[in-house]
């Protein structure tokens, strides 16, 4: 199984629905992200987490909120998709314990807002 | 705010031929940097990580290097191998995040 889980994979969906995506891991890593990834234009941070009580902000975070739910799980939420929000989403963890963005990655979950 | 940039976009280069990719930032003051490799349908994988205080790194057929003052980092690879097709991505840290670039789609043909 893979440390770091993202379900679903891909997600077709029309605008205005609600759309959670999900993180799960096992690496019992404290810290969690979200990214999305837009042709050309890279990783985006949406939000971060560094523990339960913690929810960060990240540079694209408008139309978006996250829940940490257990230190294991880490879900972003669309309250109400829009065409633009089509893109791979990733999540990620880090352990603070080893030092600043050593981070592994999920697989990704491809959504498509129609 | 910092900003990542990669050059080129794109890179087709036969096999055997050694190759540099390249990344600017505009904020000097970084924790480190990183060099990831993305392959499709699969999450990112890091190559090297190049703290502040280090000037290079290396891992095999690459090597990463970093100068803080000019906001560049480079990641060489020797001899490419068709198995080394893959976007490289390039990312700079403070201590609580990382900033990507826009990536490099590397293919090495046969």
């Known amino acids: 199984d893979a440390d770091v889980t993202q379900t679903p994979r891909n997600r077709i969906t029309k605008t205005g629905k609600r759309i959670m995506l999900e993180c799960s891991q096992t690496k019992g890593h404290d810290r969690m992200y979200w990214y999305r990834q837009d042709p050309g234009l890279g990783l985006r941070l949406i939000y971060y987490?560094?523990?339960?009580?913690?929810?960060n902000k990240g540079e694209i975070s408008d139309g978006y909120s996250v829940s940490r739910q257990a230190q294991a799980k880490f879900s972003l939420s669309l309250e109400s998709a829009i065409p633009n929000q089509t893109a791979l989403y990733f999540c990620?963890?880090?352990?603070?314990?080893?030092?600043?963005?050593?981070?592994?990655f999920g697989a990704g979950s491809r959504l498509t807002v129609l | 705010k910092q900003e990542v940039t990669q050059i080129p976009a794109a890179l087709s280069v036969p096999e055997g031929e050694n190759l540099v990719l390249n990344c600017s930032f505009t904020d000097s003051a970084i924790y480190n940097l990183q060099w990831f490799r993305q392959d499709p349908g699969k999450g990112l994988t890091s190559l090297l990580l190049i703290q502040s205080s280090q000037r290079e790194q290396t891992s095999g057929r690459l090597n990463a290097s970093l100068d803080k003052s000019s906001g560049r980092s480079t990641l060489y690879i020797a001899a490419s191998q068709p198995g080394d097709s893959a976007t490289y991505l390039c990312?700079?840290?403070?201590?609580?995040?990382?900033?990507f670039g826009t990536g490099t789609r590397l293919q090495v043909f046969p």
């Open positions: 990620a963890t880090g352990d603070s314990r080893k030092g600043a963005n050593v981070l592994t």
């Open positions: 987490s560094f523990d339960v009580k913690d929810i």
């Open positions: 990312a700079v840290g403070n201590t609580d995040k990382l900033i």
